[in-house]
T-cell receptor
Framework: GQNIDQPTEMTATEGAIVQINCTYQTSGFNGLFWYQQHAGEAPTFLSYNVLDGLEEKGRFSSFLSRSKGYSYLLLKELQMKDSASYLCAVHDYKLSFGAGTTVTVRA | DAGVTQSPTHLIKTRGQHVTLRCSPISGHKSVSWYQQVLGQGPQFIFQYYEKEERGRGNFPDRFSARQFPNYSSELNVNALLLGDSALYLC????????????FGQGTRLTVV
């Protein structure tokens, strides 16, 4: 079975940093994706981790520990447009998603 | 370069009817996957097709079926619609293989009344 957990909601101030944690227990694992989804829109790709460690992409970074079944997405220098749902997804030929974390950025 | 396109964007159906949703993958992509996203939840895997063969199926009833055509486009069919089938249906395309990024279409918003 697949079990992917992430917090439901997080709130932060513009310019701050937020870390979204994701823990997973899955029957297969080829890698872990993070997607951003604005309300009513399709998910858009943010990052992909296959090996342990930190992947940095501009204001967004993602970390993976396969032995711990743990990942996090780090959003730096938060902007209002970052208010969205962030989805953690384990890849094993298909994507198994967590329920998503709604991030609200306040001025 | 066109991304993943889905049609229609919105649809309203009555309980008991059937519906066909369509997806055109990114040019060169051979794998298409379908997901159902109910409001407030993450997308749930329905089907994956690769090179016109079904590669996997999620935990959905037999009322859900799909196919992939020689040009790699795909259709998702749902028969005997239930109110609970109301959701955003997402299509994702990729090159295929183990470590390839999936690109999502804008989705079809299905409402069953």
């Amino acid at each position: 079975g697949q079990n992917i957990d992430q917090p439901t909601e997080m709130t932060a101030t513009e310019g701050a940093i937020v870390q979204i944690n994701c823990t997973y227990q899955t029957s297969g694992f080829n890698g872990l994706f993070w997607y951003q989804q604005h309300a009513g829109e399709a998910p858009t790709f943010l990052s992909y981790n296959v090996l342990d460690g930190l992947e940095e992409k501009g204001r967004f970074s993602s970390f993976l520990s396969r032995s711990k079944g743990y990942s996090y997405l780090l959003l730096k220098e938060l902007q209002m447009k970052d208010s969205a749902s962030y989805l953690c997804a384990v890849h094993d030929y298909k994507l198994s998603f967590g329920a998503g974390t709604t991030v609200t950025v306040r001025a | 370069d066109a991304g993943v396109t889905q049609s229609p964007t919105h649809l309203i159906k009555t309980r008991g009817q059937h519906v066909t949703l369509r997806c055109s993958p990114i040019s060169g992509h051979k794998s298409v996957s379908w997901y159902q996203q109910v409001l407030g939840q993450g997308p749930q895997f329905i089907f994956q097709y690769y090179e016109k063969e079904e590669r996997g199926r999620g935990n959905f009833p037999d009322r859900f079926s799909a196919r992939q055509f020689p040009n790699y486009s795909s259709e998702l069919n749902v028969n005997a619609l239930l109110l609970g089938d109301s959701a955003l249906y997402l299509c994702a395309s990729s090159f295929g293989g183990e470590n390839t990024e999936a690109f999502f279409g804008q989705g079809t918003r299905l409402t069953v009344v």
